[in-house]
């Protein structure tokens, strides 16, 4: 099921970018990274010891146009979701119409606990009222579209989560 969302994600990002050329002709189909297809992010290395390293930072699509880039800290109660509403992240920095051709891409860094022992984080995607896992772990990378990105702490203490985002469009 998530490979196929994937798929059709990419698939209607390379058709829109394929209808839509400034001159009215054709344009190359370009290639977007779909949702949960970003392999894993090594941990950063801690620049001091005992104290959690920074996420790494977000990389968009080289065909994508960068829209902005921001940082957010989020206190995670266990059982309880965090959530991210790209959507209205990229309207309060000027983007009309965000689904279109959009992509969301962010790295987190579970900071306390640290080291993030015992710790359980999982990230979740809802999109057309399907909800499914992109990713998971004490830190990471992973790009979304359009929809409600949601941290869940499956853990049995709170978490603090460093995250870093990068917001972009097709040009």
């Not at 920095?93 to 969301?104: E, K, L, P």
């Amino acid at each position: 099921m998530k490979v196929l969302l994937a798929l059709c994600t990419a698939a209607i990002l390379i058709a829109f970018g394929a209808a839509c050329s400034d001159d009215g002709g054709p344009e190359e189909a370009v290639e977007v990274t779909p949702v949960g297809t970003k392999e894993a992010t090594p941990v950063p290395e801690a620049v001091n010891p005992g104290e959690a390293p920074a996420p790494v930072e977000p990389e968009v699509d080289e065909e994508l146009s960068e829209v902005v880039r921001g940082e957010l800290e989020a206190v995670i109660e266990p059982g309880l979701p965090y959530e991210i509403d790209p959507e209205t992240l990229a309207a309060e920095a000027g983007v009309t119409d965000a689904c279109d051709n959009f992509q969301f891409d962010f790295s987190w860094q579970i900071s306390d606990p640290y080291p993030p022992d015992g710790t359980a984080l999982f990230w979740q995607f809802e999109n057309d009222s399907a909800v499914f896992d992109v990713a998971s772990g004490p830190s990471g990378n992973q790009s979304v579209g359009c929809g409600l990105l949601r941290g869940e702490n499956r853990g049995p203490s709170t978490i603090v989560v460093a995250i870093k985002y990068a917001i972009a469009v097709l040009p």
